[in-house]
């Protein structure tokens, strides 16, 4: 079929050129009709500002630059799906997708066919070529499309791509995920972020009221100590710092970095963090190895282990006061509770196939004076003041059950349904129109 | 030649008989009631399924077969169905010092890793198919092994101990059978209860309650005839034991019988057949010029259609399920869109084109699902695919956007490789080629694109992001960039129609890495498991697209036999084809 929405020769020919500085009336009476319609845009009066911003926004519309940043698309999403067999998918996710440009490993380039080198191909980022995909885009529209019936799918379409960037451009900055974990019976009233983990010291001599300092994970490296700092009770050496971490089955005393605390029972190894395409999507539990020295006097204090992994206190004593050292996940206290009532996990019959989980939790919200029993499952989740909360998973543990709700807050959750609905409405039209067109000139013929 | 108007019909006519052969009697004959027992449903795998249905799952898990040989009589020996080795198995008995049993000699366990068998201490011979007997002295090193390796982290783990770990996952698998734990043969006494019982079971809620479980004695005893030998008893108890399971679950019944007749017409195999026809139909009809040929290899199309329609509303009737649930599913999905849209743009262009088209994306899937089946293809969903409204939105969606994109790339290899060798595309053939890739191309982006977007709804709806670019994820936008990329690349004028048959082949090595590479990629290539086969079979796909595209990109036209000038001779040389019938009012 003659494709009735043929795009223009993408190079410009001089005659349009002039016609935009509006110096050569007789070129322009001789452009075909789509090129008329759109040179009228520009004003007619020379200004050679606007004539480059035109020139600039022309070159910028190009139908080779998309097709190029298509191809150059392609080649990352690839790479970012392959990253993800070394790296968690946060990683692969702010290096690849969220970022201007990435340093690509040669060995991904490579297809994991060499070991890992210290060599990478720098490549553009998703940022850029969302961007560009964008401009390229809103160019387009600027210069070469008229408004027309026929054109009226690529329009919603068009503009449905423009929204769908826009939404993924809110949730890559302003989403919070995080998780809500409990064990059957406990109230919780804050949400954790595994992402960032953070070394909490605490007073707990008011069990009413947490008081305390918390240190982000990023601060503790081995190379940097953190000395006489205003807030801290003590100053913090950094042994080892392992962003993943396994505990050991059985206690190893040989060579342990532990002088003090739990670490002399327990003891953690490294592992890798977990990746992309793993198909057990466990949150990483990081552990770190920290020597605590008296401030001023530089006392040793003792080498602890402290990691996600261990539930039980660890006290310290400094400045007369009690310490409570743990490395958990930073925090967002809530204003309501939760508490775990039930936790099904249902299987199917005669088999240990998981076929639902589901937990019923009391939501209380004093503020609201809200006190009320739901049930959470797969598939549907609770939506509670611009939270919403999924069930993510479920562990037996002795005796008891944990159960984990993802929690989200996305402003612009709805941006993707929205942008969707438009850009499958406009490939209807677009692609409808086209087939009705080739059906009735089928029937013809 | 003018008896040839008959040939559809004909071919029609064979294809009947073959899809029939199903029901046929085996040379082989058992002197029991083998095809009552068949239908007799039980619980296993957390469904209801015939007897017959474990019987073959079973057999594809030990040894990729749904037959067994059974070489007893050294020289004379017979192949026998799936459900005959069941019964042997379940008339064994289960300890290793007894090895009289009949099943412990049947040879079904197939071992083809050399370092599994020199462990113990078997040589390799054809077929790589060993009996329970022969490596029973070495279970207890068996067991030991494997409580090693499961103690291993998956991804640590080498070839051989994957092997020898599938190898005693098998074992369990079958002395599970052997002892009675599976399957579950009696349906549950509370009409709550979901849970069949197995014979253990049946005995503790005997003790419990004090009273006979119905059909529990009647089973026992057909199975004791059958070790015996006494086909009248056996076929007593059986009717007993059937009578019984009838009164508590009188709706297991037609599903179980539905599915042994699908089970033995084997109708994607059946397909699969079908589509070599078409092919071959179709090949003829360009050579010589037939319409008759070309009709018939419409009429067989037609038929492959009617039958992988109604298997697939066969399969979803017994799962209650929407149609694609599992990789499997999704190959014969994609089998069946394939030949829809194939023969809907025949009955447009009546050219012989899509209808081979159709029969070669047709085949490949047919025979990738063939490929795939290790066990039960109608198992049950995870917890998080529990839901049929997604299954049937985003995935039928999704599999449709493959589908399209394997029709127009495989048109695109017909393009490149008929008119770089022949000259069948000379006139107007190359016109109308392109332009069925382009429209199978529009198609596929809009199917695409609304697939991978009902997944991030689902994924919104069922953990809060609506994208997360994982890798299956990442397979589908490439899909829709791809096909993306090929439209602007023709509106801009960038490509034209040799150009963008080029692109359209790519998308098959797209579309494969979004099928399969990724599910690949998952279970890591640090592991060398069963699925490294298909890796290898999709980088060989992957290497003879890579061969079209080069054909078809780096050979100017000139060189095309397609894009000579047609020679006067050439209009006369074929015979001249009879009008194609029209299959609508022009």
Redesign the interface.
């Known amino acids: ?1 003659k ?1 009735s ?3 223009k ?2 190079a410009p020919s001089p005659p349009a050129t002039d016609a935009i500085t509006a110096k050569a009336p007789n070129a322009f009476a001789s452009l075909p009709l789509e090129e008329r319609a759109r040179d009228h845009r520009p004003n007619q009066d020379a200004n050679p500002v606007m004539d480059l911003f035109w020139m600039g926004v022309k070159a910028l519309a ?3 630059l ?2 190029a940043l ?2 150059l ?2 080649v990352l ?2 790479y ?3 990253a ?2 070394d790296s968690g ?1 946060w990683t ?2 702010s290096k ?2 969220r970022s201007y440009f990435v340093m690509i490993p040669l060995h991904v380039v490579l297809l ?1 066919t060499i070991d890992p080198v210290p060599v990478g191909i720098p490549f553009p980022g998703g940022w850029l070529l969302g961007g560009l995909l964008l401009a390229n885009l809103i160019a387009a529209h600027l210069t070469r499309f008229r408004v027309s019936w026929k054109r009226s799918g690529i329009l919603i379409l068009h503009g449905g791509l423009i929204l769908l960037m826009i ?2 451009l809110v ?1 890559g900055l302003y989403a919070v ?1 995080g998780n809500l974990t409990f064990v059957l019976g406990q109230t919780v009233n804050y949400i954790d972020h595994p992402l960032y983990p953070e070394l909490a010291i605490m007073d707990e001599s008011d069990p009413k009221v947490e008081r305390g300092v918390v240190v982000p994970v990023h601060y503790l490296d081995p190379d940097r100590p953190i000395a006489n700092n205003e807030l801290l009770p003590f100053d913090v050496e950094t042994n080892q710092y392992m962003a993943n971490s396994r505990m050991l089955k059985e206690m190893d005393p040989a060579g342990n970095p532990a002088t003090a605390g739990v670490g002399l029972r327990r003891r953690v190894r490294d592992v890798p963090e977990g990746s ?4 057990d999507q466990k949150i990483d539990t990081p552990s770190a190895y920290i020597t605590l020295k008296e401030k001023g006097t530089g006392r040793n204090l003792g080498t602890y282990l402290v990691s996600y992994l261990i539930q039980e206190p660890q006290w310290i004593e400094s400045g007369g006061k009690k310490w409570n050292l743990s490395l958990r996940f930073k925090r967002t206290p809530c204003e309501f509770s939760m508490q775990l009532l039930k936790a099904d996990h249902d ?5 240990e ?5 589901a937990s019923t939790v009391r939501l209380v919200d004093p503020k609201r004076g809200e006190d009320r029993e739901i049930r959470i499952s ?2 549907s ?1 609770l939506r509670e003041s611009g939270l ?1 909360f ?1 069930q ?1 998973g479920m562990q037996d543990l002795e005796g008891t059950r944990l159960s984990i709700l ?3 807050r ?1 402003p612009g ?1 709805w941006i ?2 929205a942008s ?1 609905t438009m ?2 409405l406009g ?2 039209i677009h ?1 409808g129109l ?2 009705t067109d ?1 059906i009735s000139r ?1 029937v013809l013929s | 030649m003018k008896r040839l108007y008959l040939l559809p019909w004909l071919v029609l006519g064979i294809a009947v008989l073959y899809l029939a052969s199903g029901f046929m009697r085996p040379a082989h004959q058992s002197k029991f009631d083998v095809d009552a027992f068949a239908v007799l449903p039980v619980q296993n795998g957390g469904r209801i399924m015939p007897m017959d249905t474990l019987a073959r799952t079973c057999l594809i898990i030990l040894s990729g077969k749904q037959t067994f040989v059974d070489d007893h009589d050294m020289d004379h020996p017979v192949t026998r169905p799936a459900i005959e080795w069941l019964l042997d198995v379940m008339v064994s008995p289960p300890d290793e010092e007894r090895l009289d049993g009949p099943a412990h000699k049947h040879k079904v366990f197939r071992i083809d890793n050399d370092q599994v068998l020199a462990f113990l201490g078997l040589k390799a011979r054809p077929g790589l198919r060993y009996s329970f007997a022969e490596f029973s002295p070495r279970m207890l090193e068996i067991a030991d092994e494997a409580d090693r390796i499961d103690a291993t982290e998956e991804k640590n783990r080498s070839l051989f101990e994957n092997k020898l770990f599938e190898l005693a996952q098998h074992i369990r698998l079958y002395k599970n059978i052997t002892i009675w734990a599976d399957p579950r043969v009696l349906p549950p006494l509370l009409p709550d209860d979901e849970r069949w019982m197995n014979l253990y079971d049946a005995k503790l809620v005997m003790e419990r309650i004090g009273r006979a479980v119905p059909g529990f004695q009647q089973y026992l005893g057909m199975l004791s005839a059958y070790g015996k030998g006494r086909a009248g008893e056996f076929e007593q108890s059986l009717v007993g034991y059937r009578d019984a399971v009838k009164q508590r679950a009188p709706e297991a019944f037609p599903k179980a019988d539905f599915e042994v007749l699908f089970n033995r017409l084997e109708p994607f195999y059946k397909c699969m057949v079908f589509c070599v026809g078409i092919f071959i139909l179709g090949c003829l009809y360009w050579m010589l010029g037939y319409g008759e040929l070309r009709q018939a290899a419409f009429y067989l199309g037609l038929f492959t259609f009617l039958i992988q329609t109604w298997a697939i509303i066969g399969r979803i009737y017994l799962m209650g399920r929407p149609p694609v649930t599992n990789i499997y599913s999704s190959a014969i999905f994609i089998g069946w869109t394939a030949m829809g849209l194939g023969l809907v743009m025949e009955a447009i262009y009546r050219n012989g084109f899509a209808v081979v088209t159709a029969s070669v994306t047709g085949f490949s899937s047919l025979f990738i699902s063939h490929m795939l089946i290790s066990g039960d293809t109608m198992e049950m969903l995870v917890a998080v695919l529990d839901t049929n409204f997604w299954l049937a939105t985003h995935v039928v969606c999704v599999t449709f956007g493959y589908t399209a994109t394997f029709v127009a790339g495989f048109l695109a290899m017909k393009f490149v490789l008929l008119g770089v060798f022949t000259r069948a595309l000379q006139n107007d053939g190359i016109a109308t080629l392109s332009k069925m890739i382009y429209g199978v191309i529009c198609f596929a982006t809009l199917l695409s694109f609304t697939g991978t977007v009902l997944g991030g709804i689902w994924a919104d709806q069922s953990w809060g992001r609506f994208w997360g670019w994982d890798p299956k994820e990442n397979g589908a936008l490439l899909i829709v960039l791809w096909n993306a990329l090929i439209l602007h690349a023709r509106w801009g004028g960038i490509v034209k129609q040799r150009g963008m048959a080029v692109l359209a082949v790519g998308g098959n090595i797209v579309t494969g890495w979004s099928w399969f590479g990724t599910n690949l990629l998952g279970i890591g290539l640090h592991s060398y498991g069963f699925m490294s086969g298909a890796m290898w079979a999709l980088i060989g796909v992957d290497i003879l697209m890579l061969g079209v595209i080069a054909i078809g990109a780096l050979i100017p036209t000139k060189y095309w036999a397609s894009y000579q000038p047609l020679r006067p001779s050439a209009l006369q040389l074929p015979a001249k084809p009879k009008a194609a019938p029209r299959l609508k009012p022009a």
């Open positions: 079929m494709d929405f043929t795009a020769a993408p190009s139908l080779r998309t097709v298509f191809a698309a392609i999403v690839f970012g799906t392959w993800q067999v998918i692969v996710m690849y997708f994991r939404g993924e949730t995920e992309g395409t793993d198909s299987k199917w019959p005669g088999t196939k998981p076929k639902n989980y797969m598939n989740p919403t999924y993510s993802q929690v989200v996305n959750w993707p349904y969707c850009v499958i490939m209807l692609f086209n087939l080739f089928k």
